[in-house]
């Protein structure tokens, strides 16, 4: 059964970084594309960085272009989240999910693998 479950959320101030971690296990994922969406509370999911199946392209948010990078590692079937220079905006449940296509996307749509999510709240 496909599972992924993240980590590495926490509470910080502003200007300071987390790292997310999300294992996956149960399937193929290293043969697809896998990204970080999040949700405010009161606010929709929203798309934050994707990365592709062998990691040869990435896509991010404008809101977090410079910031945050995404990358993964094959052989530990983990997906990672460094989030540098954290906004109160920030603030959110961050989940991951993995997609049945190879290249990347910031349609959910296209994400049928979801997380339990990792709360990140980031104080001012």
């Known amino acids: 059964q496909a599972q992924l479950v993240e980590s590495g959320g926490g509470l910080v101030q502003a200007g300071d970084s987390l790292r997310l971690s999300c294992a996956a296990s149960?399937?193929?994922?290293?043969?697809?594309?896998m990204g970080w969406f999040r949700q405010a509370p009161g606010k929709e999911r929203e798309f934050v960085a994707a990365?592709?199946?062998?990691?040869?392209?990435?896509s991010y948010a404008d809101s977090v272009k410079g910031r945050f990078t995404i990358s993964r590692d094959g052989a530990k079937n983990t997906l990672y989240l460094q989030m540098n220079n954290l906004k109160p905006e920030d603030t959110a449940v961050y989940y991951c999910?993995?997609?049945?296509?190879?290249?990347?996307?910031?349609?959910?749509?296209?994400?049928?693998?979801w997380g339990q999510g990792t709360q990140v709240t980031v104080s001012s």
């Open positions: 999910a993995a997609s049945r296509f190879r290249e990347v996307s910031d349609d959910s749509d296209k994400y049928p693998y």
């Open positions: 149960g399937g193929t994922f290293s043969m697809y594309a």
């Open positions: 990365i592709s199946w062998i990691a040869r392209s990435t």
